[in-house]
């Protein structure tokens, strides 16, 4: 395939990127399938394996590549194409976070046609942030509920418009070893398929005469009942910013619901309310139940934007947001480019425009390159 | 009684045969190696574990009781022996649950380090709590009422132990307590649990147990006879139910009736032997409806030996995908009759709403046709 001007371009920026950057491995990479996608191809090269980390910056700063992966399952010959002779030892747990996955985020995205004649679409740029709360949700629930160590589990923004939370194991833990049968249910628990009431409100048989008084989640109880305790905290901290309340519900007090209703008012019902709404962890379950997924390394480069797979902070992902700092060629001089397509108004980080085909625009280089990976525009 | 493991003070064998090792029993017992060599002397074994599997196929589960420890231990393995001869993993699926159903009577009211024992022969992974966990509840009359949980397991394990009992909500980790990695469960909880992984454990030994029929003694074949017997006579056929109406018909895995194929498969599978290429979604359809009515895997590769790009490595790979063998082991359901439509390979109204039910319509018309054909000769 014969490269365009704009493809050799950015294949230009990224080896420059991979020329004073390095991508994030993990201790155990050597037993991991690496692949890339070129610019010049719609196909991987794939069962990639490398001893030493200079051998990884030495592909990348050659081939430039559009697309970077590894394995998330360790093998015990990573680079053996026959997936049934890879000797497959163990996988990371991994979920994906799609900010246009999330029930929130239907019908806010904008379908646009690029010159070939690829459909992509555009996502409000506030869904990441749906996005990023979705993470938090995942993070706290692998912590409180599967008993996963905090430091085994690492975020990144994906490049695009979501979150990769990977749980990094040894091929001896056990959660290494889960099939995808058992995975699937790790899922399914995420997700709260099949929630029944009585999970959260559970039923009480008592005398009459006797006073029932029904009380609210606390963050200590177990399963989807902590989790909803743990969620109103994190509401009533960062939707409703009432910070007592938020103190009083992270204390662990067994409360009845009157009490806290007596103190705080209509709010608490508002936040429960929200809460349950918030109950389902939106994972993208294909991704999980694979135990051979390829995903992308944190510090690379995604093809489709230009931004780089950020390792994100689990306390600082509620102020995370799509931005020009993501691009590592935010410092560069702004690019002459010209629109290939029409568009109504978009918002690429964070920046407003509207493309008319054939004007040509003088964007910074963050924006520049996203349009241009995105194929909505051609380098001038 | 001997003890044979140190557990033997723990758990009742007349209760929990299966966890007799067989070879060790009969060795120190009775001083033989060979199990079925000791039957042809012992007909009141033999006898006894018939009883057994009979129990299995009337009630669904053993009820017969035998005066001593021994017939049972022996009894319980020399019905593996006969069903695994048999080689039916219908019988032997049907078999296990009987023997579950029999020890989880027993179960429920044993103590806990018998029931910690127990699973940690069937190897299952779980704690008894001397200080349970304690979820509450409500407060009534201002006092903090618990739900007390006197057994943990790990989530992993819980999930591939109770697989069967996960499409009752109530089973689903998304309704217990789940912390810090563990499920919290009751003792009637554990219990119902354990009776799942008594079935698997004896399901998986009668499928695993090696025998060759021929070197059997007559006896015994003999005996392999009778279950064959009673096995015909207490199988029920697979019903197939549709619009109220039902198709009972009974073929057996491998047996595919090209006659009774609907005219969208039949087409598709003519062109297959013409070798002509298909596309994605006829073979997809193909490859699925086949699978889904009891084809096997090679009977589907060898269907596609004749396209023109035929790979063996490749399509048995993508066959064994479609039958939930790799990949997300999902096994895949074939297109709907409406899909069919809008795919443009529908080819006339069957009345239903999936190939696979027309196929069986057709089937059980088909067989009907040939018994009573067979009646007027």
Known sequence: MELDKTRR???????????????????????????????????????????????????????????????????????????????????????????????????KTIELTTSNGEKIDLIDEECVRYAAFEALKLYDALVYELGIPKHNIKIEFSGNRGFHVTVYLDVDDVWAKASSVERREIVNYLKAVDLLDETLNPPINVKRKKRVMHIAPTIAMGGLRGRLGRIAVLLAEKKYGNKDLARVLSRNEIISWNQLKNRFGDIVENIFNDAKEELAIHVDEQVTVDIKRLIRVPYSLHGKTGLRVE?????????????????????????????????????????????????????????????????????? | MILLTTTANVIDYYWYPFVVDLETFIRLRYGVENFALLLESRKDILEHAVERIKDALEHGEVRTEPQVVELAVCGYHAARLLIASLGDRW????????????????????????????????????????????????????????????????????VKVAQRLLGDPTWRPTNLPVKQGYIYLTKKQITRILKEAIATHIERSIIGFRIELAALPQTVKEYVETVKGLLSKYRKPKVVKTGGKKYSIKLPEGVVLVEAFPPCMKDIYDALLRGEN????????????????????????????????????????????????????????????????????????????????????????????????????
């Not at chain 1, 690019?335 to 978009?346: M, R, S």
């Not at chain 2, 029931?115 to 200080?131: D, H």
């Not at chain 2, 084809?295 to 004749?306: E, S």
């Open chain 1, 9 to 107: 371009f950015l294949r230009h920026l990224f080896r420059s990127y991979y020329l004073e950057n390095r991508v994030l491995l993990p201790k155990d990479f050597h037993m991991r399938e690496f692949a890339y996608q070129p610019w010049d191809s719609d196909t991987y090269k794939r069962h990639l394996s490398f001893k030493t980390v200079n051998e990884v910056q030495r592909l990348l700063s050659t081939v430039a590549p559009r697309h970077f992966y590894y394995s998330s399952a360790k093998y015990e010959y990573p680079d053996e194409p026959d997936m049934d002779k890879k000797g497959w030892l163990g996988a990371d747990l991994i979920f994906d976070i799609d900010a246009d996955h999330l029930p929130v985020c239907q019908n």
């Open chain 1, 311 to 380: 390792p994100v902070d689990p306390q600082k992902l509620d102020s995370f947001q799509l931005s020009p700092e993501l691009s590592p060629f935010q410092r560069y001089d702004k690019i002459a480019v010209v629109a290939l397509v029409d568009t109504p108004p978009i918002s690429i980080l964070g920046l407003r425009i509207k493309l008319r085909k054939g004007e040509s625009y003088r964007l910074p280089a963050p924006q520049a390159v996203y349009l241009m990976a995105r194929g909505l525009v051609a380098v001038k």
């Open chain 2, 91 to 158: 019988l032997a699926s049907r078999y296990a649950l009987a023997e579950a159903e029999r020890s989880y009577k027993r179960l429920q009211n044993e103590e806990p380090r018998t029931i910690e024992a127990l699973a940690k022969i069937l190897g299952v992974n779980l704690t008894y709590l001397a200080e349970p966990y304690r979820e509450p509840i409500a407060i009534v009359n201002n006092v903090v009422i618990y739900r007390q949980y006197e057994y943990r397991i790990h989530f992993l394990d819980y």
């Open chain 2, 278 to 377: 298909l596309s994605h979604h006829q073979r997809f359809a193909i490859a699925t409806f086949m699978l889904n009515i009891g084809a096997t895997i090679d009977q589907v590769v060898d269907l596609f030996r004749n396209v023109p790009d035929f790979n063996e490595k490749i399509t048995r790979y993508q066959v064994e995908h479609l039958a939930g063998l790799r990949g997300s082991q999902k096994k895949y359901l074939t297109y709907g009759c409406e899909k069919m439509r809008t795919l443009g390979l529908c080819r006339g109204d069957c009345g239903v709403k999936n190939p696979i039910v027309a196929y069986y319509k057709n089937a059980s018309k088909l067989i009907r046709r040939s018994k009573e054909k067979e009646a007027s000769s």
